[in-house]
T-cell receptor, first 113, second 116 residues
């Protein structure tokens, strides 16, 4: 158990809908990272928050947004969903804001039908 | 820009064989970190090791060992006496000390199948 908790584990939704994925980092970790793992793109970095502030941005679509709350949990919001958004979404957390080892949650498998 | 290449897409070995997973990286930074993660069939990502660019000593942890060579920009991972439980996808990853938008970049992964 990595200590990072992601909910829900599985999510099935229709195209055009909006979903929210939740992540609780390990106790004491200030950084939260979101990654998308799809079959054809591998593991793609989406966005990072550090102590409530956006720290780095990767290949995140405008339809996606995230935030980190004062209690350090994070949410990833995906809207106007398309079939191609079906993927495994991972949250990771680390103590520092860069280059520390990141511990990953078990992921949320999103299926858009 | 940072890049990680895992040329081996899939490897299949018989139990008890040794197997080496290759990882080649590109970076312009002089300070960087290299990682290996394991993704078993259950789907979670398990952290295995982190190595910084100033430490080229090889590391051994049980049946796992890592060979870091800056001269060839490689960070290879060897499993000795492989077991069925080692079957997983293994990812090599890189993080630059002064990276901009991508804290950790992953390779495409190598799928290892260990056959009993």
């Amino acid at each position: 158990d990595s200590g990072v908790t992601q909910t829900p584990k599985h999510l099935i939704t229709a195209t055009g809908q909006r979903v929210t994925l939740r992540c609780s980092p390990r106790s004491g970790d200030l950084s939260v990272y979101w990654y998308q793992q799809s079959l054809d793109q591998g593991l793609q970095f989406l966005i990072q928050y550090y102590n409530g502030e956006e720290r780095a941005k990767g290949n995140i679509l405008e339809r996606f947004s995230a935030q980190q709350f004062p209690d350090l949990h994070s949410e990833l919001n995906l809207s106007s969903l398309e079939l191609g958004d079906s993927a495994l979404y991972f949250c990771a957390s680390s103590v520092a804001h860069a280059a520390a080892e990141a511990f990953f949650g078990q992921g949320t498998r999103l299926t858009v039908v | 820009a940072q890049k990680v290449t895992q040329a081996q897409t899939e490897i299949s070995v018989v139990e008890k064989e040794d197997v080496t997973l290759d990882c080649v990286y590109e970076t312009r930074d002089t300070t960087y970190y290299l990682f290996w993660y394991k993704q078993p069939p259950s789907g979670e990502l398990v952290f295995l090791i982190r190595r910084n660019s100033f430490d080229e000593q090889n590391e051994i942890s049980g049946r796992y060992s890592w060979n870091f060579q800056k001269s060839t920009s490689s960070f290879n991972f060897t499993i000795t006496a492989s077991q069925v439980v080692d079957s997983a996808v293994y990812f090599c990853a890189l993080s630059e000390r002064y990276s901009g938008n991508t804290p950790v970049v992953f390779g495409k992964g190598t799928r290892l199948s260990v056959i009993a």
